[in-house]
């Protein structure tokens, strides 16, 4: 028995409003689909985010429909959960993975918490915020009892682990039930494997590089999904690498250097089909933001698709110095929790979930936990 584990696709998503990259995200998934259609899974689970927002744009759901229907044609059942990007976080909210039960998928939810394909026991829970921790336990405890007289069990989640992101997480590794054979997780877009309980515990992660901070795993790991197979004790996970559509190239530069840099550079970005992305960090020296912005836009207008430019002056730099990358910098979200820690014990993590979106560029959101966190919190 054997299945396909993605998650995080974000489909709708339009990095730096480029209208391009919404597109590389639907290219990436389709290829997703020709693939696990080549490998023949028995089904695939889906540990949610299949979109960036709740309410989708037209071309993400068509995207969806069209991917899922060549499943179903091929008669490949899916499994998913809703994660954050999904649904609006409220009592009763619908995610938009439900339009597609008649395209071939199965929505897992808190009204069906369990399915069972063969003897295999796939239950989960969609995404729920920290402020929830004591109700996602015991929905934990709840799929343990009821996947026990089942010979393999999966158990389907979208949460981030203390162990994988000690500074955000909505759930603790101790609090993680031991009994299922497979963990398909969401929420983490890195890819991690790790044994735990009786299995595997696995982050797909997300098959297009959504922020900055993941092409460093993109490049020792790749991006794509898992190939999962129970036939043995232990299942064993195959890892299946797509090519991303487009490049991101990452530079770091002396400002004495720049213009022989930016020659080479320039060559390098003729090489690609298609316009990359660029980010570039100029060091050291003093120099005008503005005016070398400027020679970085003439230089590359032409030859990327954006530039993200940062700047480490020679100020910045000293003030840096001696400090390594294993000592204690401050976190914002721990300096809120502390600043927090006198309140109700819900506060300092709704805050940090504020904090969290809005640093992420994702109003909408933010506006959403605030009136779910009211609503569930108070009376008036």
């Known amino acids: 028995m054997k299945f396909a584990h993605i998650a ?3 489909l709708g998503f339009r990095q730096y409003g480029l209208f391009e990259r919404e597109t590389d995200f639907y290219e990436v998934f389709n290829r997703i689909i020709q693939k696990i259609i080549e490998e023949r899974p028995d089904f695939v689970i889906h540990s949610g985010d299949l979109f960036e927002f709740s309410r989708p744009p037209t071309k993400a759901l068509l995207t969806v429909q069209s991917g899922f229907s060549q499943l179903k044609n091929e008669n490949i059942p899916i499994y998913a959960i809703a994660g954050n990007h999904d649904i609006i976080m409220r009592k009763n909210a619908i995610p938009p993975q439900v339009l597609y039960r008649e395209f071939g998928l199965t929505v897992i939810s808190p009204n069906n918490p369990y399915y069972t394909e063969d003897d295999i026991f796939i239950g989960g829970i969609p995404y729920t915020p920290k402020f929830h921790s004591d109700f996602l336990v015991d929905r934990l405890n709840f799929l343990e009892n009821e996947s026990k007289k089942y010979k393999k069990r999966i158990l389907v989640l979208h949460q981030a682990i203390d162990k994988y992101l000690p500074f955000d997480y909505e759930l603790e590794l101790a609090d993680m039930p031991e009994s299922f054979n497979y963990y398909a997780l969401g929420h983490i877009h890195n890819r991690i494997v790790d044994d735990f309980g009786e299995g595997k515990l696995a982050y797909a992660g997300s098959p297009e590089i959504w922020k900055m901070d993941e092409l460093e795993s993109y490049r020792k790991k790749g991006k794509g999904f898992y190939l ?3 036939g043995g004790d232990i299942p064993n996970v195959e890892r299946v690498d797509l090519k991303l ?6 530079e770091n530069v ?6 022989d840099e930016i020659t080479r550079i320039s060559e390098q970005l003729l090489k690609f089909d298609k316009k990359p992305l660029l980010e570039i960090t100029i060091e050291g020296g003093d120099f005008n933001r503005s005016e070398v912005y400027e020679m970085l836009r003439k230089a590359f207008y ?9 700047y480490k002056p020679e100020s910045l730099l000293e003030t840096l110095d001696g400090v390594s990358d294993n ?3 401050l ?13 109700n014990s819900k506060i300092p993590d709704f805050a940090s979930n504020i904090l969290k979106e809005i640093s992420d560029g994702d109003f909408k959101k933010t506006e959403e936990i605030i009136h779910t966190f009211y609503e569930e919190s108070y009376d008036n």
């Open 8 to 10: 995080d696709n974000h």
């Open 228 to 230: 999962v197979d129970m």
């Open 245 to 250: 559509p487009r490049e991101i190239i990452r």
């Open 254 to 259: 002396k400002y004495t250097q720049l213009k």
């Open 302 to 310: 032409n030859l990327c698709l954006s530039i993200r430019p940062n």
């Open 327 to 329: 000592e204690s910098i």
């Open 331 to 343: 976190n914002p979200h721990e300096i809120l929790r502390e600043k927090l820690k006198d309140f």
